[in-house]
């Protein structure tokens, strides 16, 4: 099958053309940075307008570039949430309004699930069910990834997200925005050894993550007037990732028959956060799968995979489909830790 693929639930506007047999016929992801750059971050009500703004021509980029029309597809897919209401709206309505025009089916996709199904786009051996550290500017979990629709969630963050771990902290340090590239760029003048800083809840019985220490740390360093920037981000990122390894470590104690370990997300981009998982991964005799880095941070070929993969499973949404700003993956385990854990 044929999918076309809409995703606009943060600053990237994007739209792709992928075929259920792993064939990227098309992709686009138009970013926002400079309209979001003078306010340190996403601004919703900025988003929102740009997506209105870029979407359209964006999608017929795509069908253009693939020479498909409209009719040609089999299904639309546009990513439900969990995201920036406004943007969510914006792009869901567009593919229902497409879905409409063109008499086809219509997906509504979570955004997550999207980053969870990525790493089976560009790696046919990959297969249910597996391991998943899912990394990103709003999340950071990991998911028993048992098939299309079913996820596990082993553990989640108590506040901050990996992401915004980065995020806050290249802010504090003037590094600008989007903060976790440009910290990971100074961290390569840095000494990783150089500032100490803590690892929050690791070594610990429970599975949780926690950034939000750390990121007071950063600033009590950068206050200090003791350090330099490229050392204390080379530490920041060597803390982060120390986090992130004692956590997965542990959440692989209590993933029998995962058949690999798997990261997926904005920060799986970082070469010292692959590094250290494809270690870990090697260490346990699992083969480790991480996407391309383009494929990591936010863009529709991924939101039209997980659509080709739920329309071939014969989940297809009604044009009633809520547009919805939470939506966990694993609602149970949501349910069970209380709201926002
Ligand atoms: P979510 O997917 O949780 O809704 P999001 O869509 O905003 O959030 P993504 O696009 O998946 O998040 O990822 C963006 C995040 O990834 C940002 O926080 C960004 O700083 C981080 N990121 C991107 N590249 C890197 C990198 N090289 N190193 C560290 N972090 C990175
Ligand atoms: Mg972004
Ligand atoms: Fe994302």
Redesign the pocket.
């Known amino acids: 099958s044929l999918i076309l693929g809409i995703e606009s639930?943060?600053d990237?506007t994007a739209a792709a053309l992928v075929t259920s047999d792993r064939h990227i016929l098309a992709q686009r992801v138009a970013g926002q940075e400079s309209a979001h750059r003078p306010f340190g971050g996403v601004v919703p009500e900025i988003a929102a307008r740009a997506h209105v703004e870029i979407l359209p021509a964006l999608i017929a980029d795509v069908l253009a570039e693939a020479r498909i029309a409209l009719a040609g597809v089999d299904a639309i897919a546009a990513t439900a949430g969990?995201?920036l209401i406004g943007g969510v709206m914006v792009g869901l309505m567009t593919g229902k309004g497409l879905a409409l025009a063109a008499n086809k089916p219509l997906i509504a996709v979570n955004?997550?699930e999207g980053?969870a199904l990525s790493p089976m786009l560009t790696d046919p051996n990959l297969a249910f069910p597996y391991l998943l550290l899912l990394v990103?500017?709003?999340?950071c979990q990991l998911l028993f990834v048992e098939g299309v629709g079913r996820y596990r969630r082993l553990a989640t963050t108590i506040d901050d997200?990996a992401?915004?771990a980065?995020?806050k902290s290249a802010k504090l340090l003037g590094l600008g925005f989007?903060?976790?590239?440009a910290?990971?760029k100074a961290a390569k003048d840095g000494d990783s050894e150089a500032v100490p800083l803590p690892r929050p809840l690791t070594g610990t019985a429970e599975p949780h993550f926690s950034f939000a220490g750390l990121k007071s740390a950063v600033l009590r360093a950068h206050d200090s007037g003791h350090y330099s920037v490229p050392d204390i981000a080379a530490s920041f990122q060597r803390a982060v990732v120390d986090c992130l390894l004692d956590r997965t470590k542990r959440a692989l104690t209590h993933a029998a028959g995962a058949t690999a370990l798997v990261v997926a997300?904005?920060?799986a981009?970082?070469q010292a956060v692959r590094g250290a998982l494809q270690a870990l991964a090697d260490a346990h005799d699992l083969p480790f799968v991480a996407p391309p880095l383009w494929l990591c941070?936010?863009n529709a070929a991924m939101i039209a995979w997980a659509g080709a993969l739920r329309y071939e499973a014969g989940m297809v949404d009604g044009l009633d489909a809520a547009a919805r700003a939470r939506w966990p993956l694993d609602p149970a385990a949501e349910k069970a830790r209380g709201a926002g854990v």
């Open positions: 639930s943060c990237e969990p995201g955004h997550l980053h990103s500017g709003g999340h997200a992401g915004e980065f995020d989007p903060g976790g590239p910290v990971e997300g904005g920060v981009a970082n941070t936010d």
